[in-house]
């Protein structure tokens, strides 16, 4: 029904337009999201070396304290009840002062 030129006429693209501005956006976008993740994973990782370093040296031993110093005021405990393992329980005097010392 149309003639050639009138078709090709009306196909024909006369507005070229370019978004590159959100192509921009879209980009920069992507660009933080990585960079994110990124630093989430970087703190990850060293949080986790931290703490690897504080546990291997705690099971080592070198965060424990080597004595305990007690010192106790004078009190005495009359008919405190008192177990000892594989013994019956039994009512003794505990006299706190007993107790004192570097351990």
Known sequence: VFSKSLRAETTNK???TEFKKEVDKAEK????S???KAIYFMNLIGLLCGQI?????QSRG???C????????DEVWEDSVV?????DIEKMVI?????NGHY
Do not use: A, E, N, W
Not at 29 to 32: D, W
Not at 95 to 99: A, R
């Open 14 to 16: 006369y507005f070229r």
């Open 83 to 87: 177990q000892v393992p594989g013994k």
């Open 29 to 32: 976008s992507r660009r933080i």
């Open 53 to 57: 370093y504080v546990s291997r040296k």
């Open 66 to 73: 080597k004595s305990i110093t007690v010192i106790i005021k």
């Open 62 to 64: 070198d965060y424990q």
């Open 34 to 36: 990585l960079f994110l």
């Open 95 to 99: 006299i706190y002062p007993y107790f």
